[in-house]
């Protein structure tokens, strides 16, 4: 079946950074986007961006525009969020989930607690 | 960017009752309209796409309706495990946006 699992929750440092995996499986990995998306506590949901997985193009929010890349590993299945410069506005639950049709994000991950704090 | 809008921010009522929740974007979406639930502690599940369309193995209470920029989402005789958070989402720029989300809970 579709399957996304992400990597483990993280502590870090205001000004470090993070990166967080996720591993697709149950599917042709090359044949879909992966968008990643947060929620902070008490927010909502805000997407960040997503790539082809195919050809590797993405396309970020304004909002991490310069802070965030994302790549993946066509032979490994999985996507990678990178979120740079750190600050405490970005302790949230980060998520990726699958895009189908360029729409709809059809299956998620489990989410990662990215927690920023001296 | 498309900027979503939900209404009501929140709501309350009982097992059993029809609950509708308003979205509008600020362009003409067309029809690409999704909406997700989500519970604490767990990921966000896709209902509806495409404005209307049931998303595999959702029931068939949950329904969907709209074009252009006003949609609408209705969940006919709420059950339990319906108290969640639901978000409506463009997917008509791939800058994809979400609303800020309704909270429904029980009366």
């Known amino acids: 079946q579709v399957q996304h699992v992400q990597s483990g929750a993280e502590v870090k440092k205001p000004g470090a950074s993070v990166k967080v995996s996720c591993k697709a499986s149950g599917y042709p990995f090359n044949t879909y986007t992966m968008h990643w998306v947060r929620q902070a506590p008490g927010e909502g949901l805000e997407w960040m961006g997503w790539?082809?997985?195919?050809?590797?193009?993405?396309k970020y929010s304004q909002k991490f525009q310069g802070r965030v890349t994302i790549t993946r590993d066509t032979s490994a299945s999985t996507a990678y969020m990178e979120l740079t410069s750190l600050r405490s506005e970005d302790t949230a639950v980060y998520y990726c989930?699958?895009?189908?049709?360029?729409?709809?994000?059809?299956?998620w991950g489990q989410g990662t607690l990215v927690t920023v704090s001296s | 960017d498309i900027q979503m809008t939900q209404s009501p921010s929140s709501l309350s009522a009982f097992v059993g009752d029809s609950v509708t929740i308003t979205c509008r974007a600020s362009?003409?979406?067309?029809?690409?309209l999704n909406w997700y639930q989500h519970k604490p502690g767990k990921a966000p599940k896709l209902l509806i796409y495409?404005?209307?369309t049931l998303q595999s193995g959702v029931p068939s209470r949950f329904s969907g309706s709209g074009s252009g920029t006003d949609f609408t989402l209705t969940i006919s005789s709420l059950q339990p495990e319906d108290f969640a958070t639901y978000y409506c989402q463009q997917s008509y720029s791939t800058l994809f946006t979400f609303g800020p989300g309704t909270k429904v809970d029980i009366k």
């Open positions: 989930a699958r895009g189908v049709r360029g729409g709809p994000f059809d299956s």
């Open positions: 362009q003409s979406i067309g029809s690409f």
């Open positions: 495409d404005a209307s």
């Open positions: 790539i082809n997985a195919g050809q590797g193009k993405t």
